[in-house]
């Protein structure tokens, strides 16, 4: 397992992206077979603040036609392991 506490920002030169496309090329960069970032981390990741639900709802985290960062991180080739919202961390584990 690896633990990032500071997550550097994936973002680069490309055309117009999706929010979470520095996340999942974040994941995709990455080897380990599973990893836990902050909440923090992520926002530090995508450049921007996750919307109040993301922090108030566990279904934000779950895989849907209408969750984007879900299908970021399914493209990425992660799944979303388990969210505690309490501690606002989230642990990806690979396919």
């Known amino acids: 397992m690896v ?9 680069g030169g490309e ?8 996340l999942r090329r974040f994941l995709e960069d990455n080897h ?5 970032l902050s909440f923090r981390d992520v926002e530090r990741i995508i450049g921007e603040e996750l ?11 779950r895989l849907s036609k209408t969750h984007m960062l879900p299908q970021a991180v399914d493209e990425a ?3 979303i392991e ?14």
């Open 77 to 79: 080739g992660y799944s």
């Open 51 to 61: 919307c109040p639900s993301a922090r108030k709802y566990h279904a934000y985290w």
């Open 32 to 36: 380990s077979d599973k990893i836990a």
């Open 82 to 95: 388990s969210v505690q919202l309490a501690e606002e961390t989230v642990s990806f584990r690979k396919k």
């Open 3 to 11: 633990l990032i506490g500071i997550a550097e920002q994936a973002k």
């Open 15 to 22: 055309a117009e992206m999706g929010k979470f496309d520095p």
